[in-house]
């Protein structure tokens, strides 16, 4: 996917790798589904996507949190807020 102006980029972590991710806003539903999607990470977010399994459990670090936040993943939209942002996946699969 080539790189423009309305292009968010940020890392996925996952068990010492690390994934760079090119997407545009809402592209995707949640983060669960583009992580789903591009990453087909065995465990991860089955789920309905309603926030109450955990199995998309995520951190999150970037500009606009400044401190490392756990979230679930279903919950956060893929915007602008992304930009720049590294998210770890829990390894508790």
Known sequence: M???ENTIL?????QGH???VH???NQYYSL???ISDQLAIPGFGLCCGM???GTCLVQISNGYHPATRNVLACDVQVNDELANALVTIASIF
């Open 10 to 14: 940020f890392k996925v972590a996952y």
């Open 32 to 34: 669960m589904t583009l």
């Open 51 to 53: 926030g109450s399994c």
């Open 18 to 20: 690390i994934t760079e």
């Open 23 to 25: 997407t545009y806003p």
């Open 2 to 4: 080539p790189a423009n």
